[in-house]
């Protein structure tokens, strides 16, 4: 099947060797072959007969619909055919809205209308404290997922550029808390449910970018991301004997 153009432009190039087969992860030489005057066609691979990569020519809407029904070929297409390099920025957004969301229900808690500037710089300050919070939790999370996965299966993480795939899949797939700012303005009496729906969407995110990146069943990405909860719930613990609101 012709590619358009504007198909294969809309997507940044990986390194020669570096593609996969969207459908059975093995390594492919190349996405798809330029036949000149405009034709190109997808490249089909050589282990499942199947085209490498439908996805060059679709859409990055029906891309991102496929990401958020979690379908492996969407998640391979993303991590392994294209150079996204967003995954930092996301990650520091996501904490500011889980940092937002936080210093919100701090200030509902907070019966001090008092206008002084002391109070503002206070709550200023409680904004930069839920931050720090939010990223010391989320690096427990990561942190947990790697030593539990390293202790499993240690030669899934054999060399630097191994982790920082994981990383960068466990980052790119936290994009669910981004909802958490829509959840929060449109406030109403199921907030702490759809927080909820949230928090397991993310979850599940991050289980099927483990699975994808490492090619595991689906038992292992569960059992690295439970023990990165305790990790993380271990964190919030501490922080709560120190008498910080969480």
């Known amino acids: 099947e012709a590619l358009t153009g504007r198909g294969v432009l809309s997507r940044a190039m990986a390194a020669p060797g570096a593609y996969r087969c969207i459908e059975c992860n093995r390594e492919a030489a190349e996405l798809f072959r330029d036949y000149q005057r405009g034709v190109l066609r997808i490249s089909i691979c050589k282990s499942c007969q199947k085209p490498v990569d439908k996805y060059i020519e679709y859409d990055p809407v029906i891309i991102l619909i496929n990401a958020i029904l979690c379908k492996a070929q969407a998640y391979r297409h993303i991590l392994f055919n294209t150079k996204i390099n967003i995954h930092g920025k996301l990650c520091i957004f996501c904490l500011l809205c889980e940092a937002y969301l936080r210093w919100l229900q701090l200030q509902d808690s ?10 503002r710089y206070a709550k200023e300050w ?6 720090g919070i939010a ?15 390293w202790w499993v299966k240690p030669e899934m993480l054999k060399t630097k550029s191994d982790f920082i795939l994981l990383l960068k899949a466990l980052l790119l797939s936290s994009y669910g808390k981004l909802l958490l700012i829509p959840a929060v303005i449109w406030e109403h009496d199921y907030t702490p449910l759809c927080l909820a729906f949230i928090k397991v969407f993310v979850l599940i995110s991050n289980s099927q970018a483990i699975r994808v990146t490492l090619n595991l069943n689906r038992m292992l990405p569960w059992l690295a991301i439970f023990f990165g909860l305790i990790l993380e719930n271990g964190v919030v613990c501490l922080f709560q004997k120190m008498g910080w609101g969480v």
């Open 110 to 119: 907070s019966q001090n209308t008092d206008p002084d500037d002391l109070i």
């Open 135 to 149: 990223s010391l939790e989320q690096t427990s999370f990561l942190v947990g997922i790697f030593i539990t996965l």
């Open 126 to 131: 409680d904004f930069y404290r839920m931050f």
